[in-house]
């Protein structure tokens, strides 16, 4: 059986990389893709990997009935629009952060007045390797941050093996790749000011941080740094548990976690270039790459994490949810492989 | 059916990209990868996109039986070992320079020296776009030199049309990736001293030019630049046809020629950020772009195209040979898309 | 002694770069930079290299008197200013295309409609290698564009020695950083669409070809590509002279011209890792590289040149050609060295 | 008068600031620059930059004698030629990690047995925010190593004020470019590879860890990650005060310390977007770039800091320490500024 889809939003880089997606996998069939900016425009106009897609953006304002809609809009957006989403398709899955956080108090600690708050406890939070039990039959999905979702997926182990506990210093320094200021772009993103750039972008209060505390149970401290690439989102985690740990303590809670998952890896250590979880190792792919390392004069756990932030971070997880949403394999349309070699990523 | 196959030289770059392509090509079965320097380790060690193949690198002294060998070793191998690759392989398709020209006397022109000139005659240059009636049921194959591929594509509706006659001035100005120097590099290849540099690195002299010379019978002015990016080969030619040209004329001789290519596709004008071809639109596809425009003043001709050069340029264009030598549906295992937005590329 | 300087737009890209230039400069005190968008800012605002400079912006309705006014505004600014420009400063050096062409006839040919074309005669085109004569007391001055400048540089022993005398044909391909764009930008110069690039900007009809043409005698085929760095235009000229030539007859053509040139080096062959010019090697500096090569079999001369666009492209040509036109020793200012390594560049 | 000075590894990186610093610093006249591997060749054929300077390289076995010899080779090489530099030299500026360290101890905690021991008490680590009162007069300095001084240089204002108390965690996670690793470079650094990294590569135990517990007196945290610059580290410190700080706390800390510091500068918030320190924006200049930002809900401060690592990082700090110690100006031929736009950077 072949699902329809649309994706509203379709010409900023995130619908892009759905769009990518859909149209390679085997299950679905996207039927419209819009774009307020672009419409009447063909894919290709925005997307120049899709030139063979023939799909032209149409208006966002006539949506197509379809069994899954992908909302790829500026945050804001989707709660405005959420009853014509949900008329148009029998499953919705927003890519923004307004359907994330699970409660009015907590979304009006990080933003700014939700309007339709009574959904935050409906909606179920994309991540498969934290909800996957939530996810089947669900018809409202809001897919994960990008530096939240690669600092969960970075973490996960340790907190279910409570190497974590919540009483513990956890600093998450995030680098990240320029797609994540999205197509547009102001000063700070053109090219001459935004190449070769360390750049503390977020030094404190960066919004990502809600879900990994939602998610986790941590109180972290997040700074985020842009960096120069393009695709891409690092997490370098460092923590200091309560009880000292070993190296095969950690080796145990990330294999014992994540061996079953589809799309995560541990890197830590070994031989060659890539001996640590790097974004360019999946640049592309929506696999996760996790790994660690232990300084043991202070007894600090370093736990590294990259993916790419339009697959895993965004586009891919939104798919992966919604084929585990549908009932399909959650694998489809999402067996591809990154690159090497690959630049930014 | 499923054909079983063989990389040689696997650890390299190119070896790579071809391990990444048969791995997900529903026809191919990869049994053997080989790598001297690398033998026993994982594929993932030296290409870390494939972390998750399994399978390890083994010496290339002991070739399995293979329906298929492909060859990415460095130039001067495939020509001492073909006899060893015949013997393990029904086809042999190889990426190196060594079989790529068609007789001694060119070959000793550009290179030095073939110790199998007799097979110079027998192989067949990949290229489908150039020799597809030739392809099937070849059994030895050799992949077209990048920068040569790029210049091809971009040239031959002028060459077939009789737009270009070979008496004309035709400047090719190529630009391509540091992919193209192979795994390993020396001080030139290094991060410092090659990022961000325009190089000339082949101000004249390039071998590639001998394919060009021999396929399209043109004789051009051939120079090639090191630019930042790692995927990519990007061709530039400036042509004074003898008689004067249109717009129209030009669009009906790219149309013509290429409307029934599954892998090109004509990128000339029109709006938006990618309105010729470039190497970032097709980068992580087998696609090739070529474009054009034409300088009413002095009845110049520019001609653009633009590949993948581990993709197209080498990799995918053997692979899409393979597909075509063994009957297989031409596109399988290359219908994949590039991304956007990716950096270098 | 001293003179006074003020820089009108010194909020851009070249603005920046004069305030950097004239800083340092033991001739000059700036007293004025002016800034629509950022007035009462100060200059380490807009350029952080600038941090330490005491200055802030001022608005540009209120010029104060100074010996010499550098324009830095975009084109079309200049030229209804320049009444106002010329009662604040004894001398005015015009960054913009304003003045560079030297009738109103050549000015409609490239761009639209000139609103002082009785000045066009009375500028002087800055670039010191081809005016040094001219510049002395020249109280409106115009600095080159600058691909022109590189084109003009590479190619000017070559049209004085007459190797080139304008029937030949000639292919200008030049290759830009975004540092060209100005600041601002839009959506094709942002970081994730304008990293990794080779892209045929301007295939034809570039409006710099007008200065090569005026000052040069030359017809070209002209075309710009942007590449993946910051600073930096370098111009391969690829060219086929009537009369065979000899790689000692270019040796003592770009010898016997630039041999006392204080900002020009030639860089032709040799060993190590930068053997031809290369933006990198000049960035930062007032420097231009010029180098050849050449392609016996077909005759044909590549004549290579190098510059970074922001110095000896705009901000350096033009304080060099102050310096000049004050009688100042013309290198005052510009001693300044590039950087090894250094990236894009 | 004019101090005559010799650079030992001139052909490195190190070695290559070294020399455009001296060619162009109006108290020191190069007499010598050695390199093993390109004995004979000109400054210019490593540096291209350095093209005009009118010197070769000689033998390292023949030292000229000279006020100040700077020493730009690779760990190791300076302790064993230590008697041979001090024999040429009054002064001898050290750039590698052989003479940082102040026992021998603390050196073999953190490296493989010292060769001259006794000489560790004795040299002066260079760093003048850190040690200017021990600088005149001092004939054996250690400049620093460029995470280690990001490091100091962004904590010293807490440690003095005793906000750092020696009793925190303290969590340094640095960035740097591609120029730390040298010339030459290995598969790891070959541009395919080293482009758009965001790589762990000292997970824990980085060897500058050792100079910030010797001159902070702090027991840190180090993380370094290698991104995808040439020239740049910067030093992102999270740490948690035991008593609550204020942002005016911080001003003041940092204002206080460094008001008189002629090469530090103190960026925190304001407008634009350059709002904290970056590696851009002192690229080629000496200064360092410090700033904060607290984050109130978890006492945590965040304390940046950026350095070019070539100058700040090394060679700057070389001759700033080498003006100070022969009793001159101390910011002489040092009062270069960086760029605007710069790349990687």
Same mark, same amino acid.
């Given at each position: 059986m072949t699902y329809t889809a649309s994706v509203v939003g379709g010409s900023g880089f995130t619908g892009g990389e759905l769009l990518r997606l859909l149209a390679g996998h085997p299950e679905f069939e996207v039927v419209q893709a819009t774009s307020r900016s672009?419409? =009447? $425009?063909?894919?290709?106009?925005?997307?120049?990997?899709?030139? !063979?897609?023939? /799909?032209?953006?149409?208006?966002?304002?006539?949506?197509?009935?379809?069994?899954? /809609?992908?909302?790829?809009?500026?945050?804001? %957006?989707?709660?405005?629009?959420?009853?014509r989403f949900r008329d148009a398709a029998d499953t919705v899955v927003d890519l923004s952060a307004d359907f994330r956080l699970s409660s009015e108090s907590r979304y009006d600690e990080w933003y700014d007045g939700h309007e339709r708050p009574e959904l935050l406890a409906e909606s179920v939070y994309a991540l498969p390797e934290l909800n996957?039990?939530?996810?089947?039959?669900?018809?409202?999905?809001?897919?994960?941050?990008? =530096?939240?979702?690669?600092? %969960?997926?970075?973490?996960?182990? /340790?907190?279910?093996?409570e190497i974590l506990t919540g009483d513990e210093q956890v600093v998450v320094d995030v680098k990240v790749g320029s797609s994540e200021g999205g197509a547009g772009g102001g000063e700070a993103s053109s090219h001459p000011e935004r190449s070769g750039v360390v750049r503390p972008y977020a030094p404190t209060g960066h919004r990502h941080e809600a879900e990994i505390e939602e998610f986790l149970g941590l109180d972290v401290s997040f700074t985020v740094h842009a960096v120069d690439m393009i695709r891409g989102a690092s997490a370098t985690c460092h923590?200091?548990?309560?009880?000292?740990?070993?190296?095969?303590?950690?080796?145990?809670?990330?294999?014992?976690?994540?061996?079953?998952?589809p799309f995560v890896d541990i890197v830590a250590g070994g031989g060659g270039v890539y001996r640590y979880p790097e974004p360019k190792s999946v640049a592309g792919s929506n696999r996760a790459e996790v790994g660690f390392e232990l300084d043991a004069? !202070? $007894?600090?756990?370093?736990?590294?994490?990259? %993916?790419? !932030?339009?697959?895993k971070g965004s586009a891919g997880q939104a798919v992966h949810a919604a084929n585990i949403a549908l009932g399909l394999e959650e694998t489809k349309g999402l067996e591809l492989t990154g690159f090497h070699p690959v630049g930014a990523p």
């Open positions: 672009k419409t =009447n $425009k063909t894919v290709g106009h925005a997307h120049p990997n899709l030139r !063979n897609l023939d /799909l032209r953006f149409s208006s966002p304002e006539e949506l197509e009935s379809v069994d899954v /809609l992908f909302a790829a809009t500026p945050h804001g %957006i989707s709660m405005e629009s959420i009853d996957r039990e939530q996810l089947p039959g669900a018809d409202l999905i809001a897919a994960g941050g990008c =530096n939240a979702t690669a600092t %969960i997926v970075g973490l996960l182990p /340790l907190v279910e093996e923590l200091f548990p309560g009880e000292p740990v070993s190296k095969s303590d950690l080796w145990q809670a990330y294999r014992g976690r994540y061996a079953d998952e004069s !202070n $007894k600090r756990v370093v736990a590294f994490s990259a %993916i790419d !932030n339009m697959m």
